[in-house]
């Protein structure tokens, strides 16, 4: 080592208006333990009695209490005569006060509750939350990461806002909020949230995509995922195009009533359709207007496709590059700073894995075992195209009991780790609930989910599943 290892971290603390701002003292405890302390002080006094003997004060000294609050003292306790000198002493409670000052070493700094890289502990935000707001102020963490701060305000009954760029810390937040107990630290009963909402946010322009007309909304969406345009029926059902040799629908949202791609729709769909089309099917639709979470739903012998188009920046309407924020391979990183001015579209990668259970040859256990044959990435992005198999790879994250509504992250598998195991993600059988969903994470922040049973890892070890 060339200097002093780096152990401390700071805190800095700005303010908009230096004439108006809040502080709020922070009242701790001293971590200090009780101690007998002598009971006189300078200035001659009278002597006392103590445990029935009268024992004079030291020369050009005196007692500090009168008699009366000595004999209460003695009657609880709190008086004893030192056993090597004789001298009366009273005891100090282990308990005191002071005031919090900018030296936050009394309380942790970190926690390791999630699992999230440098995740910062509650105690330590809730001193920070206190000293600098009051309830139903609104506290803002653009860097939220794990979700200390949001969780912390929730408790102290604060409104709160988080942002992050990295779909790991999203997804910790999200599952952090909706897993609060009621005291700091976590601990407690549990506790519900106050509602709250997930904005996907990027370079928006609401007024331009939102006004097109639905021909050109149809056109643009066909070229957007390099879909030929062809209008044509099957069983009376009118599509749009192709994708390769598979038909194509894309989803007329302006439809009145507030029409919805939900469960129901496929349901229809296939029931009219299923038995004249192939074994893949492509539906186009604003994601705002999906009701589900999963990029494909099976049904009978067709898989159909979900290609979203989020309203984010767009090449074709603003005529500009841009760049999308990095995803990690490797926890380490997890913090990495990245510039960026927008985000891609929402464009799935090409999967596809074989599924089976395995024991290893180290292990006592079996595991559902996920192996990654194929992983690459469609963004439309510079590079992007030119990246080997499975290059493009960031992470997956698996909820192990997903309850068909909401996406609760319980394991993350970085590339990194996956490459070492020779691109196979192992997943303890215990941990397999009813259904599991997985999400597949390219670098560019774009999402390939699934929903898996037991059945599908048991018996057919090569079984295949994903791709497009």
């Known amino acids: ?27 701790i405890k001293q971590k200090i333990t009780g101690y007998w302390h002598s009971l006189d002080a ?13 024992i004079p004060p030291p020369k050009g000294r005196h007692w ?6 000595i004999n209460q003292a003695i009657q609880q306790g709190k008086i004893r005569l030192n056993p090597k000198t004789g001298k009366p002493e009273y005891f100090v409670q282990p308990e005191r006060y002071q ?41 803002l963490d653009a860097f939220a990461g794990s979700g200390t701060t949001l969780a912390v305000a929730e408790k102290l009954d604060r409104r709160w806002i988080g942002i992050d760029c990295g779909k790991l810390a999203i997804y910790t937040m999200q599952k952090r909020l909706l ?22 946010a990027g370079l928006y322009d609401f007024a331009r995509l939102k006004k097109l007309p639905w021909p050109e ?38 439809k009145e009533g507030g029409v919805v791609l939900d469960y129901g ?9 299923g038995s004249k089309i192939g074994s893949q099917f492509f539906i186009i639709a604003p994601a705002a207007s999906v009701t589900f979470l999963e990029d494909y739903i099976d049904k009978g012998s067709v898989r159909y496709y979900i290609l979203r188009i989020p309203y984010s920046i767009i090449n074709e309407l603003h005529n500009k590059d841009f760049e999308a924020i990095k995803q990690p391979i490797d926890e380490s990183q997890v913090n990495d700073t990245v510039d960026a001015v927008g985000f891609d579209f929402i464009r799935q990668p090409k999967v596809e894995c074989d599924y089976s259970i395995e024991k290893p040859k180290d292990q006592l256990l079996e595991y559902a075992v996920i192996k990654i044959k194929t992983f690459k990435s469609e963004a439309m992005l510079k590079g ?53 969903m997985i999400i597949y994470l390219d670098i560019y922040g774009n999402e390939y989910r699934e929903i898996k049973t037991l059945r599908d890892f048991g018996g057919a070890k090569q079984e295949k599943r994903g791709g497009k």
């Open 1 to 27: 080592a060339r200097f002093f290892n780096k152990a401390t971290d700071s805190i800095l603390v700005y303010r908009k208006n230096k004439h108006k701002w809040i502080y709020n003292p922070i009242k």
């Open 42 to 54: 300078p200035g001659q006094g009278e002597p006392r009695v103590f445990f029935g003997k009268l």
């Open 64 to 69: 500090m209490w009168n008699q009366e609050k």
């Open 99 to 139: 005031y919090a000052d900018s030296n936050c070493t009394d309380i942790p700094a970190y926690a390791f509750s999630t699992n999230y890289p440098t995740e910062k502990s509650e105690i330590l935000l809730e001193r920070i939350i206190k000293a600098s707001s009051n309830e139903g102020d609104i506290i």
């Open 179 to 200: 897993n609060l107990k009621s005291e700091i630290g976590n601990k407690g009963k549990p506790l519900k949230p106050k509602p709250f909402t997930l904005y996907h």
């Open 217 to 254: 909304w149809r056109k643009f969406a066909l070229l957007l995922f390099n879909c030929r345009d062809d209008k044509h029926k099957v069983s009376g059902v009118e599509l749009d195009g192709y994708k390769g040799r598979s038909d194509v629908l894309v989803f007329d949202y302006q």
């Open 265 to 273: 729709f496929i349901d229809d769909l296939h029931s009219m359709i």
């Open 384 to 436: 992007a195209s030119q990246l080997e198999n499975r290059e493009s790879l960031s992470m997956i994250m698996v909820d192990f009991d997903y309850d068909g509504v909401i996406f609760n992250l319980d394991k993350t598998f970085y590339a990194s780790e996956i490459e070492k195991n020779g691109w196979k993600v192992f997943l303890p059988l215990e941990n397999i609930k009813k259904q599991i």
